[in-house]
């Protein structure tokens, strides 16, 4: 019998540094309320502030915690309607995928675009104020988009479900 010999991909991840429970419990506060003074955090994890510190700085160092940021409410801001865009390329050459991707970053209210499997190749979600701003922004940019054979489009109804916490 031969043993399945896996060689890692050359755009693999490393494994991610070790987080031991106080390291969750760090991340997981702060992924609810980033705004947590460090002497609250460390109060809440049963540290000393000085060692809470160490620990919150080394991950971000390691690149656990890549940004701090404020969530905005899209509502406010005239960015309610959220569109999902499925892209399908013309050709799947390395060339074709990165003029499309730099193309799509400079995308209005475009908040993520990924490389998916399946029907398409790229999915975008872009948030617009309503279906006459994303019309008008489908007329203007997206059908300009190098490389492209099909867009289709999906404006959302209703959200269910939004996050940008990352499960730990």
């Known amino acids: 019998m031969c043993a399945k010999v896996t060689h890692?991909?050359?755009?693999?991840?490393?494994?991610?540094p070790e987080l031991d429970r106080i390291d969750k419990r760090i991340l997981k506060l702060?992924?609810?309320d980033a705004t947590l003074?460090?002497?609250a955090l460390a109060e809440r994890v049963n540290l000393s502030p000085a060692a809470c510190l160490r620990r919150v700085e080394r991950l971000k160092r390691d690149g656990v915690i890549s940004r701090i940021v404020a969530h905005?409410?899209?509502e406010q801001l005239q960015a309610g309607m959220v569109v999902l865009i499925g892209v399908v390329l013309d050709r799947s050459t390395p060339e074709s995928f990165a003029a499309f991707e730099e193309a799509a970053q400079k995308v209005s209210g475009c908040m993520e675009?990924?490389?998916v499997t399946g029907e398409f190749d790229y999915f975008m979600l872009v948030r617009t104020r309503d279906s006459q701003s994303f019309?008008?922004?489908h007329a203007e940019q997206l059908l300009y988009l190098p490389g492209v054979r099909q867009i289709r489009s999906f404006m959302g109804?209703?959200?269910?479900?939004?996050?940008?916490?990352?499960?730990i």
């Open 8 to 16: 890692p991909r050359a755009d693999a991840h490393p494994p991610g």
């Open 30 to 32: 702060l992924q609810n």
């Open 37 to 39: 003074s460090n002497v």
């Open 72 to 74: 905005l409410d899209p």
């Open 113 to 115: 675009c990924h490389v």
């Open 135 to 137: 019309n008008r922004l």
């Open 157 to 167: 109804l209703r959200e269910v479900v939004s996050t940008h916490q990352v499960p």
